[in-house]
């Protein structure tokens, strides 16, 4: 898969990789929605691995104009809505929704670019926003697939029972067998009584190369990046 990403602004990385290595463990199908979709790659590798209608919301017009992109070159269609995820109406309800959502706190170290910034920080999409407005639009037992700081699971946590979600799986990403997980990967979903699925951790870096599981990832999603001007 062929993805376009501007040279001078936000571009994914692995946690997207092994985001969407996570959710192929589930039948994804039906309606799906990417919140924050970026450059599309997230919702586009779903959209090329199951049987899905894919939808898209991007607050910024330059990721939009990507995520479109992106999607036509690779033969994939997409409804994509510009604007704050928050605020927009939507004509259906989604069987799934999925995200990489921006989750640094506003103490890490800031970009000088706004429109890295926005991709990043969780002050432009914080949280308990996201659960409201997912609780709104996602089918009685719907699901929401997303990846977040490892540090703020408890949270996370709380907040999705509030909402009325279930944790049915979680898996947490190392970046080093000996270093503390900073990645968790979270499958949720509405109105559930199944107990949480604990997958096996995943450690991204062994002796200073990938490890085979994280090699296999990047493999299964086979996308080769383009960085471009528009």
């Known amino acids: 898969m062929i993805i376009y990403q501007p040279s001078d602004g936000y571009c994914y990385n692995s946690d997207t990789i092994f985001l969407y290595d996570f959710l192929s463990n589930f039948k994804i199908k039906g309606n799906v929605l ?73 103490n890490v170290l800031r970009s000088k670019k706004e429109e890295i910034d926005i991709s990043r920080y969780a002050m432009y999409l914080p949280f308990e926003d996201m659960l409201k407005k997912t609780n709104k639009i996602l089918k009685p037992k719907g699901a929401l697939i997303f990846c977040y700081d490892a540090k703020q699971l408890q949270r996370l946590i709380s907040l999705l029972s509030i909402y009325k979600f279930t944790v049915e799986a979680i898996k947490f990403i190392h970046p080093k067998k000996e270093k503390e997980a900073n990645l968790v990967m979270i499958y949720a979903k509405k109105s559930s009584k199944s107990l949480c699925k604990i997958f096996p951790p995943m450690i991204v870096f062994e002796d200073g190369e990938y490890t085979q599981e994280a090699m296999k990832a990047f493999e299964k999603a086979g996308v080769h990046s383009i960085k471009c001007k528009i």
């Open 34 to 106: 990417d919140i924050g979709s970026g450059s599309g790659v997230l919702g586009l590798l779903v959209a090329r691995d199951f049987p899905v209608n894919l939808s898209a919301v991007e607050k910024q017009d330059k990721m939009a104009f990507f995520t479109n992109l992106n999607a036509k070159v690779n033969g994939i269609e997409i409804d994509v809505k510009i604007g704050d995820f928050q605020n927009i109406e939507f004509e259906k309800k989604f069987d799934f929704l999925i995200s990489n959502p921006p989750f640094y706190h506003e």
